[in-house]
């Protein structure tokens, strides 16, 4: 019997630490900047960090319809994204240093399939709007990304 409550208790509590981890990762604040893509403005969160470019828009459960998050990358190359723990199904652009578009690709909410950049050109930057974004605004591999957050 004590070995039952034991697991139960231990079971409540692991259960109760995951669903805390997911309220902060929720309540994380990222810097924000404004970006531009033709005369469309993108309120976009930065994740410029390791700890930031992991969480990324893990546990949310809503964004608005022009906001979105920039990746910045500390160095050219190919990156990938996937979409475990995020809730939301989005659409990111992978973005080289000029803030051209390489690629874009369409992302399912709580999958862990690879979305890449296209392998022949290094990116520095990738960013995430909701799903269908960028093809309603007509935005296509080519379009530039104005007011990017410096690189470092």
Request: hydrophobic share 45%; charged share 15%; proline share 5%.
């Amino acid at each position: 019997m004590k070995t039952l409550l034991l697991k139960l208790i231990t079971g409540t509590l692991l259960g109760a630490a995951a669903l805390g981890s997911a309220a902060i990762a929720q309540n994380q604040r990222f810097d924000t900047t404004q970006l531009s893509a033709g005369m469309h403005l993108i309120q976009a969160e930065i994740a410029a960090t390791d700890p930031q470019r992991q969480q990324g828009l893990m546990f949310r459960e809503k964004m608005a319809s022009n906001a979105g998050m920039v990746f910045v990358f500390d160095a050219p190359a190919t990156q990938c994204m996937w979409m475990k723990n995020t809730l939301l199904p989005l659409s990111v652009a992978f973005i080289d240093a000029e803030g051209k578009i390489v690629n874009i690709e369409d992302m399912q909410a709580r999958t862990l399939d690879s979305h890449c950049s296209t392998k022949a050109v290094p990116v520095r930057y990738a960013l995430e709007m909701n799903l269908g974004w960028f093809k309603q605004k007509n935005i296509k591999p080519g379009s530039v990304i104005a007011n990017l957050p410096p690189l470092r």
